[in-house]
């Protein structure tokens, strides 16, 4: 009976705990956006013109400026506007650094020339005869390139359970093997440390087909 009772509770916490994060994470967004709207003056907030508070409304709005900024940059006088203040903290200490780390980030993610992520390999790492997957960044070039004596590949080693942290690495094209797995499997099976295999899961949809066959 205890048994029976443990794992009744097991799966229920299994069934619970992806939900109520996922819903915690939509609540602290919602939350987040809707206090991005108290940067409007006062009197002209949502809330005070309606009388009464609207979840959610924050996205609303924060999507259409967002929008309305993206026309902007767009335009001529937008793009004098950034290079301009591109300039101005170009001439601040420490600042600038921040600046264009942070931009040469958002630029690879939202660039629409190529993936951040183009796929997922299997690597040698940290030591031969231990593996970890990588994720291909690019094709090293430059000074990088020119001083190794074969080419290289760019690769990102993310950590577990947080894969927004990690190594970057410049490994030897020879030494990487192929996966078949997508970038998003791959990043469930780190986020759960082994524990979701895509392989498995494949296995185990074949595996039902076949039984209702």
């Known amino acids: 009976m205890r048994k029976k009772i443990k794992s009744i509770l097991l799966t229920g916490f299994a069934a619970m705990i992806p939900v109520g994060v996922t819903l915690y994470i939509i609540a602290f967004l919602i939350r987040t956006m809707d206090n991005l709207v108290k940067i409007i003056p006062h009197r002209f907030q949502p809330d005070e013109l309606l009388g009464f508070h609207i979840p959610g409304l924050g996205i609303i709005i924060t999507l259409i400026l967002i929008f309305i900024i993206g026309l902007v940059t767009k335009s001529y006088l937008g793009r004098k506007a950034v290079s301009l203040g591109e300039w101005i903290v ?3 200490p420490f600042v600038s650094g921040i600046y264009k780390g942070v931009k040469q980030l958002v630029d690879a993610i939202f660039s629409d020339k190529h993936r951040s992520f183009r796929k997922a390999v ?3 790492y940290p030591r031969r005869g231990l593996y970890s997957i990588a994720f291909v960044t690019g094709d090293s070039q430059g ?13 990102f080693v993310p950590t577990t359970p947080n894969p927004t942290s990690g190594f970057y690495i410049m490994i030897p094209e020879n030494d ?7 970038v998003e499997e791959a990043f469930s099976l780190i986020i759960s440390g082994g524990i979701i295999s895509p392989n498995n899961n494949k296995k185990n949809g074949k595996n039902k087909n076949n039984k209702k066959a």
């Open 176 to 182: 990487i093997i192929p996966l078949d797995m997508s």
């Open 90 to 92: 170009d001439k601040i």
């Open 143 to 155: 000074e990088v390139q020119e001083k190794t004596a074969e080419k290289h590949i760019n690769l």
């Open 122 to 124: 299997l690597i040698e």
